[in-house]
Every structure is written in C-alpha cells, then in structure tokens.
C-alpha cells in the first residue's frame, strides 16, 4: 500500500466508485491506459449503495462521502489529491413502477431477474420498495455535482454492467470476474475499440447528460440494455491521451 500511497501523491486521482471486482477487473486497466496523467483508482463498495436498505436521499451524500474516506484512509491521500468521484452504477430496472411488470415467480431463491418484460422476484412487494428507495437516491446523485468538495459525476449501466459489456442481464455470479477479464484481453492494446465500443454501439443513449437519465424513466427503458458512459470520454476529454482524443 505505500507505493499506492507515493504515486497517488504525485498525481491526482480519478476515484471510481463501484459495486463490484468484475467491474474493476473489466474497466481499471483499460481507462488507465486512456488517461493521460491521472492515477484512476476503482474502489469496490462490495455492494450496491443506491439500493441498500440504509440508503436514503437524505443520507446517501453521508454514505459515499464514507467510502471516499475509506479510500483516502487505505492509500493516504488528500482531500485535495482527488480530482474527480465518479460512480458508476446499475440501475436494475429502478424506474420500473407499474406493478404490471412486476411479476413474482418462486423459482427464483434470491434477488432480482430482469428480462424485456418485466422484474422478476419471489414477492412483489420487494420489487416496489427495492425500485421505490434506488430511483429516489439515483435521482439525487444524478443531479449532484460534488460530495464533501471533491467533483462527483454518475454514469450508469442498464439494466446492469453486464448487460451492456456482455449482453447478459442476468450472468451468474460465479461467472462475472470471467466475463470481465474476458473483456479486459479483448480491449487490452486495443483502446480505441473500446472507447468506440462505448461511444458508437447502439447501447449509447442519445442526449445530453440530464436528457440520459430522463430516458431511463420512459417506459421498459431502464430494463434495456443502455449506458451514458461513453459521456465519460466528452466529460473528461482534458484528461485524455493525445492520440485516443480522434476518436472523440
């Protein structure tokens, strides 16, 4: 951890918040090579923060701002060394609220299945209240632009990461760090096929950043397979190597 610590001094950081290692795995090494000065960090929450059941809008500030200090604790850091949070997050067909697409199935042992025509789970009431307490707290991140002074900026996967890098929206646990070292070697000295993955596939939602939220909340949209990530590229294009920025 020292030598994290040394080299976060040198440079300033671009601290990623994500749920997961196979997000990690999928998506540090690659960003690092396309940025030009920075040290990008991927700092795993072990879980879904938007949708945990002690998450509130009113707290959820509080929350992330405890995982930056957490970072910040681990390699020595300042405040200041930070340049950047940025949270990438599932949405989980959140801004689903018709009941209709709601459908309870007793197969399912834990947790969420998410197909074109609805959320399945074993009780529908867990759905609604799931849904009702991650839109609440996704719609306040998406309009905020700073936690505790450091600049904050939440892009999403839908319905979820693996759905838009592997077209698989319910990949099984077991397989999701093999799926992301998979797409780490298929991008790995090839960069610029993964920014134009990003930028150019169908999954990208048209619009400017507050216009990529609103379309998650029209119809089945947070169902299906999109992402604004590729806003990133446009967003922090100051921080990209020279010869990726023709891509843009």
Request: net charge negative; with cysteine; proline share 1%.
């Amino acid at each position: 951890m020292e030598g994290i610590s040394i080299m976060a001094k040198k440079r300033k950081v671009m601290l990623f918040l994500v749920e997961g290692k196979s997000e990690r795995e999928a998506l540090e090494i690659l960003i690092s090579n396309i940025i030009k000065n920075e040290l990008v960090v991927f700092q795993v929450m072990e879980g879904d923060i938007t949708s945990d059941k002690n998450s509130t809008p009113q707290n959820i500030k509080k929350l992330i701002n405890q995982k930056i200090e957490e970072y910040r604790a681990e390699s020595k850091v300042k405040k200041t060394d930070i340049m950047s949070v940025i949270h990438l997050m599932d949405i989980d067909g959140a801004y689903i609220n018709n009941e209709k697409f709601m459908i309870e199935n007793n197969e399912i042992e834990k947790g969420f299945k998410y197909y074109p025509d609805g959320i399945y789970a074993q009780n529908k009431q867990k759905i609604k209240n799931r849904n009702s307490r991650k839109s609440s707290v996704m719609n306040l991140l998406s309009t905020t632009n700073q936690i505790s002074t450091i600049n904050y900026r939440a892009y999403y996967f839908c319905c979820n990461l693996d759905h838009v890098l592997y077209d698989e929206a319910n990949l099984e646990s077991i397989l999701k760090v093999d799926y992301a070292y998979d797409f780490q070697d298929k991008y790995l000295d090839n960069e610029i096929g993964f920014i134009n993955f990003m930028l150019k596939s169908d999954f990208a939602v048209n619009g400017e950043y507050k216009d990529t939220w609103n379309f998650l909340k029209e119809e089945l949209n947070s169902l299906g397979r999109y992402s604004n990530f590729h806003l990133f590229f446009s967003d922090f294009g100051e921080y990209i190597k020279d010869e990726y920025r023709d891509v843009l």
